[in-house]
Nanobody
């Protein structure tokens, strides 16, 4: 089992920045591919960003490219999502998730943290 706890969400204005953190416990963090997802009311969950085990390979949704970065600190069992130039359409509940390989499903999820961007 892997337990994931997100933090860092809040209410900001358009153009502001936020950094989300996701602390992991329970298994060897470095063994997992980590991802950030988001879900806005009435919308499907969207994959925002992922980072592989060593942090060298990343993925970003087109909607956040150039504004968001993902990183991980395996010594601290933590993955981060740095969000810059936030837009109202970034408003959502943000979740972190873990999976063992890029070919398997994400089977561990955090409880989510709310990000609200006002215009």
């Amino acid at each position: 089992q892997v337990q994931l706890v997100e933090s860092g969400g809040g209410l900001v204005q358009a153009g502001d920045s936020l950094r989300l953190s996701c602390a992991a416990s329970g298994r060897t963090f470095a063994n997992y591919v980590m991802g950030w997802f988001r879900q806005a009311p009435g919308q499907e969950r969207e994959r925002v960003a992922t980072v592989t085990w060593g942090g060298t390979t990343t993925y970003f949704a087109d909607s956040v490219k150039g504004r968001f970065t993902i990183s991980r600190d395996n010594a601290k069992n933590t993955v981060y999502l740095q969000m810059n130039s936030l837009k109202p359409e970034d408003t959502a509940v943000y979740y972190c998730a873990a999976r063992l390989t890029i070919a398997t499903a994400y089977n561990y999820w955090g409880q989510g943290t709310q990000v609200t961007v006002s215009s």
